[in-house]
């Protein structure tokens, strides 16, 4: 019984790290298409008073973890 616990456990690790890294993907593919670099956004924020800017990329990510999420499960 153990034995299919832990199988169970290994294969939901297993699909949660292949969702983060098409997640990841799939950002870094956006951020090339609309010619971003995610460097620049993070000086940005740093640099204080772009709340705006830290809303929209978490938010951003947000959605594609639900649209990653609703692919693979």
Do not use: C, P
């Not at 294969?11 to 670099?37: H, P, S």
């Amino acid at each position: 019984m153990t034995d299919i616990l832990f199988v169970s456990q290994a294969l939901a690790m297993l699909n949660l790290a292949v969702a983060i890294l098409v997640a990841w993907g799939v950002l870094r593919f956006l951020d090339r298409l609309g010619g971003q670099k995610f460097g620049n956004a993070w000086e940005r924020l740093n640099s204080g008073g772009h709340v705006g800017l830290g809303l929209y990329l978490g938010l951003r990510f947000v959605g594609v973890a639900f649209l990653v999420g609703s692919a693979i499960f």
